[in-house]
T-cell receptor, first 108, second 114 residues
Framework: DAKTTQPNSMESNEEEPVHLPCNHS???????IHWYRQLPSQGPEYVIH???SNVNNRMASLAIAEDRKSSTLILHRATLRDAAVYYC?????????FGQGTRLTINP | DAEITQSPRHKITETGRQVTLACHQT?????MFWYRQDLGHGLRLIHY???????NKGEVSDGYSVSRSNTEDLPLTLESAASSQTSVYFC?????????????FGPGTRLTVL
């Protein structure tokens, strides 16, 4: 499975945008880019996914580089409830393989 | 509403005992997965199943087994519990095998092996 690289932690302020980066230089042409997040004491939850084009949903936006070797999850206006560990995962085969993720802290 | 549930939510057991963790989903998903998560770490895949009677080993399968007799359930059995198996266990399901499919996770079972 192709690997992803994310910063261990990031910090932002409430009501400000947050950009969470992910590098995946060994991505293959059929790999989808998935983002999940895990709030404290809960199971992971799906955030967004994309293949080549940028994607938007009610939770976030996903910006994918033209060469697909990196992507950025964008939370447009962070709230305290967005404090979580965010996982960037490449999914081509059936299994989701989790890395360490980025722990996002939101300051009030 | 469809959901995925795990039971028990908390379990304390002793070394050497057999333990079974239940996972039940009502989405009729073919694909089901078991992960473990240790403090400060990401999730690691234990076993997974792509359908009834199908089971596969993940990256940390030693000491664990699963069986899939119907679509809704994938119980995880620890044959002889060890202290190293103290962890939080998450079950997940997904409708298909496509790269775009969303995966749904249960609330987790916290297992302590004394």
């Amino acid at each position: 499975d192709a690997k992803t690289t994310q910063p261990n932690s990031m910090e932002s302020n409430e009501e400000e945008p947050v950009h969470l980066p992910c590098n995946h230089s060994t991505i293959s042409g059929t790999d989808y880019i998935h983002w999940y997040r895990q709030l404290p004491s809960q199971g992971p939850e799906y955030v967004i996914h994309g293949l080549t084009s940028n994607v938007n949903n009610r939770m976030a936006s996903l910006a994918i580089a033209e060469d697909r070797k990196s992507s950025t999850l964008i939370l447009h206006r962070a709230t305290l409830r967005d404090a979580a560990v965010y996982y960037c995962i490449l999914k081509g085969a059936q299994k989701l393989v989790f890395g360490q993720g980025t722990r996002l802290t939101i300051n009030p | 509403d469809a959901e995925i549930t795990q039971s028990p939510r908390h379990k304390i057991t002793e070394t050497g005992r057999q333990v079974t963790l239940a996972c039940h989903q009502t989405w009729n998903h073919n694909n089901m997965f078991w992960y473990r998560q240790d403090l400060g770490h990401g999730l690691r895949l234990i076993h997974y199943s792509y359908g009834v009677q199908d089971t596969n080993k993940g990256e940390v399968s030693d000491g664990y087994s699963v069986s899939r007799s119907n679509t809704e359930d994938l119980p995880l059995t620890l044959e002889s519990a060890a202290s190293s198996q103290t962890s939080v266990y998450f079950c997940a399901s997904r409708p298909g095998q496509g790269g775009s499919d969303e995966q749904f996770f249960g609330p987790g079972t916290r297992l302590t092996v004394l």
